[in-house]
């Protein structure tokens, strides 16, 4: 499907040239609009330019409005460019690992960390997430109000704990983790946008934010020094198998802060964009019946069949393209990367050290390149009608050599949920009840409290 705009000459050839976004205040940027309505501020800059240029306090960013500008920065030049800005802040928190690192340090710890999240290992953890799926439908009851971002949130979180630390973590820290990953979710964005010059004034958000990072590494710590002390522990868990991990070229292990770091970011990665895209499917399903009734026929067949659950929910069709749609309408709000060396975009040069933006969000909403785009329509992704799409219009696991290697883990998660969730349950929005998006790196609902009604057998 063509687009005009993504084949246009481009006659800018300096930053200078680069039209700055409506809104700017001096000493704080754009950082109002980003912080109070985020949404809206980001969709309006594909109306501005290919690049548009936005301040966070007083460091400009420039952010690519385009699809092929950002497959050309994320896959075509990604040597040339890398992650920065909000990444370097969440190293002040996070650590050196997957999610922040670059260069040959990213590539030596994902030939590390590859190998217990490819898909042939993640067999092992499925029987866990059924178990805690089927409690977690047992404990519904009908007519009974539940609050779907929590309970999936809590599902997804007890989930990764169980396949990072086996049984190491005892009930007072795994039910300290499941509500600390919640508010490190709310508040991460809020931090990450505040800049530097603010961020000592008194922000709730901040505060919290900081608060639930100390916690959640003083867990991690404390789990990770228990388990060295015991160097013959069973390794069958994620962890275990991380400690045990050796570089294929050097034999090289990886180190106690190391192993924390990585923890740290499968925790912030994993289960907040797991959970969130739980909780939006359930939403989606409501509000189109006849997708939800197709994903119901699919798993009818998949449940009459001698196939474990956890390898028949990787031979279903529709509802894999179902959750395309909902990573599509919901993905990560923004993505950035910083120019190591010079290189050119959409006929800008843009010179070593630039802040380069993008946002998933607004891209996967250009009505452009899909029709409708507030529709669910699984027909999207079949491949005659997805290949006409644009090199750089999905991008929620990311693409090129920072393309999540727990993609696969969360997606069983997610399927082997709604395998064991939607036969046995209805589930309908409490009436008057406003569900908006929340800013958040995966922004979430702001509210999804539904009634589960059994369905007829």
């Known amino acids: 499907m063509g687009d005009s705009r993504l084949t246009e000459e481009v006659s800018l050839k300096r930053l200078t040239d680069i039209p700055v976004a409506p809104g700017r205040l001096p000493g704080f940027g754009h950082v109002w ?214 570089h294929p070229d050097t034999g090289e292990a990886m180190g106690r802060r190391q192993l924390h770091d990585e923890v740290i970011t499968i925790f912030l990665a994993g289960v907040v964009t797991t959970a969130t895209t739980l909780a939006w499917t359930f939403r989606e399903l409501e509000r189109h019946p006849d997708v939800e009734a197709r994903i119901l026929d699919e798993l009818g067949s998949l449940l009459d069949t001698d196939v474990p659950l956890d390898e028949a929910v990787h031979k279903l069709d529709y509802t894999p393209r179902v959750l395309d749609e909902v990573l599509r309408l919901h993905p990560f709000l923004l993505g950035m990367r910083v120019a190591a060396q010079p290189l050119l975009l959409g006929g800008v040069e843009i010179p070593s050290g630039t802040q380069l933006g993008f946002s998933p969000y607004t891209v996967h909403r250009d009505p452009c390149m899909y029709p409708d785009p507030m529709r669910v329509d699984p027909d999207r992704w079949l491949s005659d009608r997805a290949r006409h799409l644009p090199p750089g219009a999905f991008t929620t696991f990311g693409m090129g050599r920072h393309r999540c290697i727990g993609e696969f883990f969360a997606q069983t998660q997610v399927l082997i949920a709604l395998a064991i969730l939607l036969p046995r349950w209805k589930l309908r929005s409490v009436p008057r009840q406003d569900v908006h998006e929340v800013n958040g790196i995966h922004p979430r609902p702001s509210s999804l409290r539904m009634v589960p009604h059994p369905r007829e057998p």
């Open 33 to 246: 609009p980003l912080l109070r309505r985020p949404f809206t501020f980001l969709e309006s800059l594909r109306t501005i330019g290919q690049i548009v240029r936005v301040d966070f306090g007083r460091t400009p960013l420039y952010m690519l409005t385009r699809p092929e500008l950002i497959h050309e920065v994320m896959v075509n030049q990604a040597r040339l460019a890398e992650r920065g800005g909000m990444f370097d802040k969440g190293c002040e928190i996070f650590g050196n690992g997957l999610l922040t690192s670059n260069g040959e340090f990213h590539l030596r710890q994902r030939r590390l960390m590859q190998p217990p999240l490819h898909r042939n290992h993640i067999g092992a953890y499925a029987g866990l997430m059924c178990d805690n799926t089927q409690k977690l439908s047992e404990s519904w009851r009908a007519g009974r109000h539940v609050d779907i971002c929590h309970e999936m949130s809590d599902l997804i979180t007890i989930n990764t704990t169980r396949a990072m630390f086996g049984l190491d973590l005892d009930d007072d820290a795994t039910q300290a983790v499941r509500r600390i990953i919640p508010t490190l979710s709310d508040t991460y964005i809020v931090y990450l946008q505040t800049p530097k010059s603010l961020e000592r004034l008194p922000i709730p958000a901040n505060r919290r934010f900081k608060m639930a990072s100390r916690s959640l590494h003083d867990i991690i710590d404390s789990v990770i020094e228990r388990r060295l002390e015991r160097p013959k522990a069973p390794n069958d868990d994620l962890l275990g198998k991380l400690i045990s991990a050796r």
